[in-house]
């Protein structure tokens, strides 16, 4: 969590590596970039997963992954990417990377046009 404050004739701003101090249109510009980053943080942690080494894209995968499993999407179901990008905390080029990859390997149909579903018997019968 960060602080913002002011300081005599000046601002300082304190977090967990310690503070500085700012002129007015540093700390207008430190506290707008704090803003983003605090609202984005929720995001971050809790809905794509903590490991730093893995990518955006891997986490989306290994997430539709999970619900896939878990049956939350079935057979036929239409994946659309700004839902997904809800869902998950992320933007929509993650999950159309993801998507690609999944599709590849056969766990997803890709329709020209028509988007993504979930593969299924009847659906790769059909493609």
């Not at 869902?87 to 020209?112: D, F, K, N, W």
């Amino acid at each position: 969590m960060h602080s913002l404050m002011q300081d005599g004739d000046g601002w300082r701003i304190s977090g967990p590596d310690g503070s500085v101090r700012l002129s007015a249109d540093q700390a207008v510009l430190m506290a707008q970039h704090i803003l983003r980053i605090e609202q984005d943080e929720p995001a971050a942690r809790g809905k794509v997963g903590d490991d730093a080494s893995e990518t955006l894209t891997q986490r989306v995968i290994r997430l539709i992954q999970a619900d896939l499993g878990s049956g939350a999407f079935v057979p036929g179901q239409r994946l659309d990417e700004s839902s997904l990008a809800r869902r998950y905390g992320v933007s929509r080029t993650p999950v159309r990377e993801a998507l690609t990859q999944l599709a590849a390997s056969g766990q997803i149909i890709r329709m020209p046009r028509r988007g993504c579903r979930v593969a299924g018997a009847k659906l790769a019968a059909a493609e």
